[in-house]
């Protein structure tokens, strides 16, 4: 029992639904990231953009992934970076989404074929080759986000005007910015006169998947240790936000849990009581 795989990976590597599936385990918070964490992001997407444009090596650090291999299922446990990792997911949804988009408004199926590409590469792929429904996605997300992600930024269903909690608000809410993000880059490129608009977008989208994808690494471990991974977890938190007292609390409630209190544990888990 210790760590069984410790190396550096490429977000293209990490999250192609072909090669790896991560899970989020109950024990883990909710989708939390605000508009300061998002805006950081976007930044350091498009500061790294350009520095690839110059040098095709360049690359970003996004601190570590920590990783609970399950001996049982099988399952991969995403114990450190989820917030990243969604939201990089996020990302290339917005990515592709105004891909198509950009393609249907001036008529080019060649953008079609690539929008779901980079949805194939990063977010999910049907693996039933015609034979059935079987989607296998990068990231099953916690029961609290999952359903709502998939539904309506996966799915594009419209967002319902009551009963959406504010963490999965909170994903609406980043998915929109990481659109304005690309769209004021797209833009840029339409006021810049001596551009071939066409190939100017083509070129910047496929840069963007190549920033993200190929440029963006992690530092992944991976340990079949419930408890060390656990431990790594509450040590270390690269890149996201902060952990608060709260969350370890509910940490240790759920390493001690049986399965029927774990999902009681989940679904009544409100850290307000903490306060006084």
């Given at each position: 029992?210790?760590?069984?795989?410790?190396?550096?990976?490429?977000?293209?590597?990490?999250?192609?639904?072909?090669?790896?599936?991560?899970?989020?385990?109950?024990?883990?918070?909710?989708?939390?990231?605000?508009?300061?964490?998002?805006?950081?992001?976007?930044?350091?997407?498009?500061?790294?953009?350009?520095?690839?444009?110059?040098?095709?090596?360049?690359?970003?650090?996004?601190?570590?992934?920590?990783?609970y291999k399950d001996?049982?299922?099988?399952?991969?446990?995403?114990?450190?970076?989820?917030?990243?990792?969604?939201?990089?997911?996020?990302?290339?949804?917005?990515?592709?989404?105004?891909?198509?988009?950009?393609?249907?408004?001036?008529?080019?199926?060649?953008?079609e074929v690539f929008?779901?590409?980079?949805?194939?590469?990063?977010?999910?792929?049907?693996?039933?080759?015609?034979?059935?429904?079987?989607?296998?996605?990068?990231?099953?997300?916690?029961?609290?986000?999952?359903?709502?992600?998939?539904?309506?930024?996966?799915?594009?269903?419209?967002?319902?005007?009551?009963?959406?909690?504010?963490?999965?608000?909170?994903?609406?809410?980043?998915?929109?910015?990481?659109?304005?993000?690309?769209?004021?880059?797209?833009?840029?490129?339409?006021?810049?006169?001596?551009?071939?608009?066409?190939?100017?977008?083509?070129?910047?989208?496929?840069?963007?998947?190549?920033?993200?994808?190929?440029?963006?690494?992690?530092?992944?471990?991976?340990?079949?240790?419930?408890?060390?991974?656990?431990?790594?977890?509450?040590?270390?938190?690269?890149?996201?936000?902060?952990?608060?007292?709260?969350?370890?609390?509910?940490?240790?409630?759920?390493?001690?849990?049986?399965?029927?209190?774990?999902?009681?544990i989940q679904e009544?888990?409100?850290?307000?009581?903490?306060?006084?």
């Amino acid at each position: 029992m210790a760590i069984v795989d410790f190396q550096k990976k490429t977000v293209t590597s990490l999250l192609s639904p072909r090669s790896a599936q991560y899970y989020i385990p109950d024990n883990q918070r909710t989708f939390s990231w605000t508009d300061d964490q998002v805006d950081d992001l976007m930044e350091d997407i498009k500061s790294t953009y350009v520095e690839i444009k110059q040098d095709q090596t360049a690359s970003h650090f996004m601190g570590l992934i920590v990783l609970y291999k399950d001996k049982q299922d099988q399952k991969s446990y995403v114990y450190d970076g989820q917030q990243r990792m969604t939201n990089l997911i996020l990302f290339f949804k917005a990515l592709s989404d105004l891909y198509r988009k950009i393609g249907a408004h001036h008529q080019i199926p060649q953008y079609e074929v690539f929008a779901s590409k980079i949805v194939s590469w990063f977010i999910y792929e049907d693996t039933s080759y015609g034979q059935g429904e079987e989607i296998a996605y990068s990231l099953t997300l916690g029961r609290a986000n999952d359903s709502f992600i998939k539904d309506h930024i996966y799915e594009n269903n419209p967002i319902p005007r009551r009963g959406v909690s504010e963490t999965n608000r909170l994903i609406h809410k980043a998915y929109n910015k990481y659109c304005t993000g690309i769209q004021e880059m797209v833009k840029k490129i339409e006021e810049t006169e001596d551009l071939n608009f066409i190939e100017a977008i083509k070129g910047l989208f496929m840069t963007l998947q190549k920033t993200v994808g190929d440029g963006f690494q992690f530092l992944v471990v991976e340990t079949d240790d419930i408890n060390q991974a656990y431990e790594i977890f509450e040590t270390l938190n690269a890149r996201g936000k902060e952990l608060e007292t709260a969350d370890l609390l509910k940490n240790h409630l759920l390493m001690g849990a049986n399965t029927r209190n774990k999902v009681a544990i989940q679904e009544n888990w409100d850290p307000d009581f903490l306060t006084c």
